[in-house]
């Protein structure tokens, strides 16, 4: 298998503060996560790439110190939104590159819904 | 860059009929990867089906096929017997295979399937 979970699923948040969203690789060790956003029918837009124990990757256009990622182990990373406001309000997902697969596919998580007040 | 085309953005079939989903590519690389994901209404991300550039047999997945045209850039997907549980977004995405290429998928817009009964 190869599994990617995601926490929390749902998310509301008063407009100034942040909030933390968490992906794991249940069954397999990840060194590259990715973290993507998506808007209602459309397609998903790449946010920053992820190494375990290194800085993120970020696409251009995308606010660092807004959106901060932590790879801090081989099936963990975080995703904090910080001093959120309500244009933050999307649909969050992250990946796992699974390096045991030959074509390094990427697995997803669920995804995070995050509403700001 | 690498980009993704797909030119339908709604498509229908009717139960047990077949459809076959289009997408293009442009890239300069010769090696590299190319995946189908499908996103059903629950927003979780599937990875439908794969396929390696070097490769010149088409990929097969249960009721999912590719027609893999290299020298085209075209990458279509026919699914077959289509079912209730088809119905879904599906997205074409492209992944570099060069040594110290970029991990990122580069996706198309996607296509929106609905299988009528």
């Known amino acids: 298998g190869a599994v990617v979970s995601q926490h929390p699923s749902w998310v509301i948040c008063k407009s100034g503060t942040s909030v933390k969203i968490e992906c794991r690789s249940l069954d397999f060790q990840a060194t590259t996560m990715f973290w993507y956003r998506q808007f209602p029918k459309q397609s998903l837009m790449l946010m920053a790439t992820s190494n375990e124990g290194s800085k993120a990757t970020y696409e251009q256009g995308v606010e660092k110190d807004k959106f901060l990622i932590n790879h801090a182990s081989l099936t963990l990373s975080t995703l904090t939104v910080t001093s959120a406001h309500p244009e933050d309000s999307s649909f969050y997902i992250c990946s796992a590159s699974h390096p045991g697969r030959a074509t390094y596919e990427q697995y997803f998580g669920p995804g995070t819904r995050l509403t700001v007040t | 860059a690498q980009t993704v085309t797909q030119s339908q953005p709604e498509m229908s079939v009717q139960e047990a009929e077949t459809v076959t989903l289009s997408c293009t590519y442009d890239t300069s690389e010769s090696d590299y990867y190319l995946f189908w994901y499908k996103q059903p209404p629950s927003r979780q991300m599937i990875l439908v089906i794969r396929q390696e550039a070097y490769k010149q047999q088409n990929a097969t997945e249960n009721r999912f096929s590719v027609n893999f045209q290299k020298a085209a850039k075209s990458f279509s997907l026919k699914i077959s017997d289509s079912q209730l549980g088809d119905a879904a977004m599906y997205f074409c995405?492209?992944?570099?295979?060069?040594?110290?290429?970029?991990?990122?998928?580069?996706f198309g817009k996607g296509t929106k399937l609905t299988v009528n009964p």
């Open positions: 995405a492209y992944r570099s295979g060069s040594q110290g290429g970029s991990e990122k998928l580069v």
